[in-house]
């Protein structure tokens, strides 16, 4: 079996010249092999960033583009390509989008190579420890604090036994923050599990030490990405003031950045995302080093039904994947463009037995928001 062609799937809600936030663009991939199977991937990127990096004609042995690599290649030897791709894109790949287009590409291989064995992913990767995952919800907060009460309630109410939220308003200012947060956890009760996300708006240590001592009596399960993850002096002085968990890496890339990150920042939680940090392939790794450091894995994701459909796939085969990120972005990309995206039931998401990803893609939705 060879790989014969590699399709670049850009799709986008608003147009190209109006503010577009997460959820609401997507990179998808289908590499087409020469018996017929097609395998589906994607990546939480720039969606012309990426298409650049798989497009690209040769420059030189070290500077290649990804689809030049692959065609004519058998694309059963996963981890082989993986090694090609990483090597032979040194220039342009290496960190960044570089491996978040080898990531879509990576997972698109091991959807093929499920429907070639006929076997779920699961199995591929070793056995299958759960049948079912804990899901936490996570929403972008609106200006309106008590809208955000609303949007809360509702999420228990449909099942949730935690959520989070960031992005939005949410570390703009201090005061806000804590009033946000306060509300949020006044709506929920003292028992439920919640978190946040600050997408690294708290900028540096002295502004977050203060806001997490602040945060400290509205018992947060973890706070998220305070500061950049590159700034892992303040991660780990953090870490050290003991008032909470702290989470972050869903920008990192590879098993190198994660090995430092886990090293120097000493984080309580890691969070790789399966279309960023590598694949399905690449993860293994990450998971393997997490493990071995004695700190928590809880993938982010927060795109369309494809990247779902793929982290549930590794947590059932990882030993202490027992928590997963659950979407509730409103964007059609999460809600349409897969007609059957994993549904929760009762706070949880089944593991499903399929064959590949087993992803149903809208055509018309697909259409709709092609770039």
Same mark, same amino acid.
């Given at each position: 079996m060879k790989i014969v062609d590699i399709e670049v799937i850009m799709l986008r809600v608003p147009p190209l010249d109006q503010v577009c936030t997460w959820g609401e663009d997507a990179f998808i991939v289908r590499v087409i092999t020469d018996k017929g199977l097609i395998g589906l991937g994607e990546s939480d990127t720039s969606p012309l960033v990426a298409k650049a990096v798989i497009e690209a004609p040769s420059s030189n042995l070290y500077c290649?583009?990804?689809?030049a690599l692959l065609l004519g290649e058998n694309p059963l030897e996963i981890q082989k390509l993986w090694d090609k791709m990483y090597w032979a894109s040194n220039y342009l790949g290496r960190r960044g989008a570089g491996i978040h287009a080898m990531s879509a590409i990576d997972i698109a291989l091991w959807d093929i190579?499920?429907?070639?064995?006929q076997v779920p992913i699961h199995t591929l990767l070793g056995g299958k420890y759960r049948e079912k995952i804990r899901a936490y919800g996570t929403f972008i907060p609106v200006e309106n604090i008590d809208d955000n009460k609303a949007i809360a309630r509702k999420l228990k109410e449909k099942g949730f036994t935690s959520l989070k939220f960031g992005g939005g308003i949410l570390g703009d200012n201090p005061i806000t923050d804590y009033e946000l947060v306060k509300?949020?956890? %006044? %709506?929920?009760? =003292?028992?439920?599990?919640?978190?946040? =996300?600050?997408?690294?708006?708290?900028?540096?240590y002295s502004h977050s030490a203060a806001m997490f001592k602040k945060m400290e009596s509205l018992n947060l399960n973890w706070i998220e990405e305070p500061v950049l993850a590159d700034d892992m002096k303040s991660y780990l002085r953090l870490a050290k003031l003991g008032v909470t968990k702290i989470a972050g890496g869903e920008s990192l890339t590879t098993r190198y950045e994660f090995d430092d990150?886990?090293?120097?920042?000493?984080?309580?939680?890691?969070?790789?995302?399966?279309?960023?940090?590598?694949?399905?392939? %690449?993860?293994?790794?990450?998971?393997?080093?997490?493990?071995?450091?004695?700190?928590?894995?809880?993938?982010?994701?927060?795109? !369309?039904?494809?990247?779902?459909?793929a982290t549930v796939q590794f947590l059932a085969a990882t030993k202490y994947g027992d928590?997963?990120?659950?979407?509730?972005?409103?964007?059609?990309?999460? !809600?349409?463009?897969v007609k059957?995206?994993?549904?929760?039931?009762?706070?949880?998401?089944?593991?499903? =037995?399929?064959?590949?990803?087993?992803? %149903?893609? =809208?055509? !018309?939705?697909?259409?709709?928001?092609?770039?």
């Amino acid at each position: 079996m060879k790989i014969v062609d590699i399709e670049v799937i850009m799709l986008r809600v608003p147009p190209l010249d109006q503010v577009c936030t997460w959820g609401e663009d997507a990179f998808i991939v289908r590499v087409i092999t020469d018996k017929g199977l097609i395998g589906l991937g994607e990546s939480d990127t720039s969606p012309l960033v990426a298409k650049a990096v798989i497009e690209a004609p040769s420059s030189n042995l070290y500077c290649s583009g990804l689809k030049a690599l692959l065609l004519g290649e058998n694309p059963l030897e996963i981890q082989k390509l993986w090694d090609k791709m990483y090597w032979a894109s040194n220039y342009l790949g290496r960190r960044g989008a570089g491996i978040h287009a080898m990531s879509a590409i990576d997972i698109a291989l091991w959807d093929i190579a499920s429907q070639y064995y006929q076997v779920p992913i699961h199995t591929l990767l070793g056995g299958k420890y759960r049948e079912k995952i804990r899901a936490y919800g996570t929403f972008i907060p609106v200006e309106n604090i008590d809208d955000n009460k609303a949007i809360a309630r509702k999420l228990k109410e449909k099942g949730f036994t935690s959520l989070k939220f960031g992005g939005g308003i949410l570390g703009d200012n201090p005061i806000t923050d804590y009033e946000l947060v306060k509300a949020v956890r %006044e %709506e929920l009760g =003292d028992d439920f599990e919640l978190q946040i =996300d600050l997408a690294s708006k708290w900028g540096n240590y002295s502004h977050s030490a203060a806001m997490f001592k602040k945060m400290e009596s509205l018992n947060l399960n973890w706070i998220e990405e305070p500061v950049l993850a590159d700034d892992m002096k303040s991660y780990l002085r953090l870490a050290k003031l003991g008032v909470t968990k702290i989470a972050g890496g869903e920008s990192l890339t590879t098993r190198y950045e994660f090995d430092d990150f886990i090293k120097q920042a000493q984080p309580d939680i890691i969070q790789p995302d399966i279309s960023r940090c590598g694949g399905i392939s %690449e993860m293994r790794i990450i998971n393997n080093i997490a493990e071995m450091s004695g700190v928590k894995m809880i993938p982010h994701g927060f795109s !369309t039904g494809i990247l779902l459909a793929a982290t549930v796939q590794f947590l059932a085969a990882t030993k202490y994947g027992d928590m997963i990120e659950y979407s509730q972005s409103s964007s059609p990309l999460f !809600t349409s463009l897969v007609k059957n995206v994993i549904p929760l039931e009762d706070g949880y998401v089944k593991v499903p =037995d399929t064959i590949g990803l087993g992803v %149903e893609i =809208d055509e !018309t939705i697909l259409e709709l928001y092609r770039i």
